[in-house]
């Protein structure tokens, strides 16, 4: 193809149906080049209201994935201290404690002790 007919084709774009009588229907005829302008506008625009509300959609779950991470962080934080008590307050100093002072146990004397076999087997 020569470049002068490139040229005409390319100046002739959009208006190959104003000579061209079979593209016409029902009495009505070619498209006018504002309503293609008009029709590519409005596509353009909706386009771009799509990709402006998914960024800010993504946004917005962003902002609520930092949200759920701090909250996540402090909750951890929370259960290391509460497995901080449980381990104090499960320690045999504290149940010693607890049993001597609260309620008043006493440490059994030698003579108190019983020894328990759990077979015949087995001697002292």
Known sequence: MMVAERKKQVHNWGNEYQNNSTYTQKGRGPIHPFFK????????????????????????MSREVNSLAVQKNQLADEKNSLQVEVA?????????TVATEELGLV??????????????????
């Open 37 to 60: 302008n008009a029709l590519l506008i409005m596509i353009m625009v909706g386009i771009s209201v799509g990709v402006v509300y998914r960024h800010a959609n993504l946004v917005a």
């Open 88 to 96: 104090k307050a499960s320690s045999l100093s504290r149940v010693e």
């Open 107 to 124: 440490e059994p004397r030698p003579e108190e002790y019983k020894v328990v076999r759990t077979s015949p087997e087995q001697s002292d």
